[in-house]
């Protein structure tokens, strides 16, 4: 189920009418009211959601599910009570239904049904800064010059919110440091290939940063799609650092600066990453692994171990390699020289 602090019905609406408007074929019930929208493997009552055997994680349609997308050809996997629209696409279908009638709360808005944004006596909030609707800020936070407090979003004590950052759809823990130019909470990077183009994914997930965790300046952390992209307690992020929708970064992890982390990463607890480590999306990084600086992962990281290179490789492997062609190359440059 979406948060409400951060996203609203446009509009009720049933599948019958979800069918007329899609243009879809609709097997099943036309008068159930569709709420919310969900992955099919977890879909919640009332959801909507589409399946794809392509998208990873999509194996299962639960029958908890008002409703699914899906293609002819595999409408045969609905559970009993799940009403099935039938399309080419059912991803390109799901962009277009789900922002039919569910909407963010935009920036700059008015979100009367929240009310007005409140703030501790001892909050700070500097010149020129934004705080939208529903908004609430704990005792002794600091917002900066320029920055922007999105509707509904949660900032706890202790916290400093740099110059010019960008927080929606987010809830903030205590002690919390967020730099200059961050933003957090925008849309990930979730791209629906079809066949007229490309679309962007909606997301309808949140951020959350736990306690004491601290971002430096520049850093993007995108919100979920459908689950929570996640920042454990303790955590530490340097500068120019990207963050992936629906990520989960566990407590006490360090990330140097111009790391990417793909979307649905999971970081166990105690990670440690040299600057400008890329991750592949899906990939696992065990407990108390650390990654040497520009490793590319392509796949997932056993707990407490050392890997480099790209592809990255066992750190030692990384190294005898490295040697070996360091060696290979000088004799060959020193043969071509006689």
């Not at 948060?3 to 007329?20: C, K, P, S």
């Not at 097997?27 to 055997?53: E, H, M, T, W």
């Not at 990654?291 to 290179?309: F, S």
């Amino acid at each position: 189920m979406y948060d409400l602090r951060f996203y609203h019905l446009i509009r009720e609406i049933t599948t019958g009418e979800l069918a007329d408007y899609l243009g879809a074929e609709l097997r099943g019930n036309p008068d159930q009211a569709i709420v919310s929208v969900a992955p099919p493997k977890s879909a919640s009552p009332g959801a909507l959601c589409y399946f794809s055997r392509s998208k990873a994680g999509d194996s299962e349609i639960s029958k908890n599910a008002a409703v699914c997308l899906i293609r002819e050809d595999e409408a045969d996997l609905l559970p009993d009570g799940v009403a099935g629209l039938l399309v080419p696409e059912p991803s390109k279908s799901f962009a277009i239904a789900a922002e039919y009638f569910l909407g963010r709360r935009e920036i700059g808005v008015p979100q009367n049904d929240l009310g007005p944004a409140v703030w501790a006596d001892s909050a700070v909030v500097q010149h020129g800064a934004v705080i939208c609707d529903g908004a609430e800020i704990g005792e002794n936070s600091r917002i900066g010059v320029n920055a922007i407090i999105g509707p509904g979003v949660r900032i706890g004590r202790d916290c400093e919110i740099g110059p010019g950052a960008v927080v929606e759809a987010a809830l903030i823990g205590n002690g919390v440091r967020l730099k200059a130019n961050s933003v957090i909470g925008g849309t990930g990077f979730g791209l629906i290939p079809t066949n007229t183009g490309i679309l962007s994914a909606p997301h309808f997930g949140r951020v959350i940063l736990q306690d004491k965790v601290s971002l430096g300046s520049c850093v993007c952390v995108d919100r979920g799609m459908f689950d929570d992209t996640v920042i454990g307690e303790g955590s530490q992020i340097d500068n120019h650092v990207h963050i992936g929708h629906n990520v989960q970064i566990g407590r006490n992890c360090v990330i140097a600066a111009f790391g990417g982390l793909s979307g649905s990463v999971v970081i166990e607890d105690g990670v440690q990453m040299g600057g400008r480590v890329g991750i592949a999306d899906h990939v696992r990084i065990g407990q108390g692994a650390r990654l040497a600086a520009d490793a590319a992962i392509m796949r997932d990281i056993p707990a407490n171990e050392t890997w480099g290179g790209s592809p990255a490789k066992p750190f030692r492997q990384w190294m005898k390699e490295t040697a070996w062609l360091s060696k290979a190359v000088k004799t060959r440059t020193r043969s071509s020289d006689k």
